[in-house]
């Protein structure tokens, strides 16, 4: 977190609840239990959506494949839609409700309780803190998402007269909109804004410049322009104030735990680098104090050979010492295996078992002494 205010309050989040109900379906389809192309019939509770909402205005019996309506759910924030998604997925609008719950507790969603899948509700909370975990794992997890978010347009029916039109005003696409000029932040492509009397105006960004990508929430602002004000200050500040510092890229070796030792291979012990980057956020023009401060590594009685190439086999943790903030902040990847270990045949191993029983008794013996 660079920067927060009131972060664990959970509010209303009016339609920014949609990105648990998008990420569920996209959970769904890489599980291969739902399909883009798979056609949903839209039940009634679904085309039951109070004009007040806003729809896409489904009736009862429709046909719509997943894909579109989960474009209009995400580009024009379709109750309606939505509603029709959960169905298809739960049987039920409380069904789905239910699957929600489930999923926030799996994912460490403290903060949420969900009473709809729209967030039509001023019922349904969450703190700002978790609203910004969810995106990080939807970008992260699915980032496909990214391709429907960030569509300035959908024409839902070729029969209807105007498209639906991202409410998100901040896409850098917007650019070359002169209505939404002013508010066109570079880079800008996600995710959701969000609207109720009892939550004000709400909007959960993510803007990618370079390699440096970050997530913003905005809660319960006063118009529907000033919550992306507020979030261009937040992004201006971000890419005015951090950057990023590299400590080890993937696959590197870390000094001091260059191997670990395997029972039963050819090699008495094998290579180990790390799984993924090691890098932090740091403040520009400050130097970064960051240092391995713990390893843990897989016994050596639980690694019997043959061990394959790029099995995990411990972790690392390194610290930065947040000088802006005065934290601690903690990273930690996997050590995996660089190589593959082959298991030794039955000749080295009996040679290797009597080397090893009279090097112990000769440790023994100088014991005695």
């Not at 769904?28 to 192309?37: A, H, M, P, V």
Request: proline share 4%; charged share 20%.
């Amino acid at each position: 977190m660079l920067y927060e205010v009131n972060p664990d309050q959970p509010l209303p989040i009016a339609s920014m609840t949609k990105l648990m109900t998008e990420y569920i379906v996209l959970e769904e389809i890489s599980s291969g239990r739902l399909s883009w192309d798979q056609p949903v019939t839209v039940s009634p509770e679904a085309a039951d959506t109070h004009p007040s909402e806003s729809q896409i205005y489904l009736a009862a019996g429709d046909q719509h494949t997943v894909k579109e309506l989960y474009l209009a759910m995400a580009v024009g924030s379709a109750n309606d839609a939505t509603k029709a998604l959960a169905t298809v997925i739960a049987g039920s609008l409380q069904a789905f409700i239910a699957k929600m719950e489930e999923t926030a507790d799996k994912l460490g969603l403290d903060s949420a309780v969900f009473t709809s899948v729209t967030g039509f509700e001023d019922t349904t909370v969450m703190s700002a803190s978790d609203v910004g975990k969810l995106a990080r794992i939807i970008l992260l997890d699915h980032p496909e998402f990214l391709e429907f978010s960030s569509m300035q347009s959908y024409k839902f029916r070729e029969r209807d007269k105007d498209p639906m039109i991202n409410i998100n005003y901040m896409l850098g696409s917007n650019v070359n909109v002169p209505s939404f000029k002013s508010l066109a932040y570079e880079g800008v492509d996600g995710m959701k804004t969000g609207f109720i009397n009892a939550a004000g105006y709400n909007f959960t960004g993510t803007v990618k410049r370079g390699d440096m990508r970050y997530i913003s929430v905005v809660m319960d602002t006063s118009t529907k322009n000033t919550r992306f004000y507020e979030t261009a200050k937040l992004y201006n500040y971000a890419f005015a104030t951090f950057e990023k510092k590299t400590v080890l890229p993937p696959k590197s070796v870390v000094e001091t735990i260059e191997t670990v030792k395997i029972k039963k291979g050819v090699q008495k012990s094998i290579p180990v680098v790390t799984e993924k980057d090691i890098t932090f956020m740091v403040q520009k023009g400050v130097e970064a104090e960051i240092a391995m401060t713990k390893s843990e590594l897989t016994p050596e009685n639980e690694l019997v050979a043959p061990i394959a190439a790029g099995t995990k086999v411990g972790t690392v943790t390194y610290t930065y010492k947040d000088k802006l903030t005065g934290n601690d902040l903690n990273y930690t990847v996997n050590l995996i295996t660089a190589e593959e270990a082959e298991k030794a045949g039955w000749f080295k191993l009996f040679f290797r078992a009597i080397g090893e029983f009279f090097a112990n008794l000769f440790n023994s013996i100088l014991d005695l002494f």
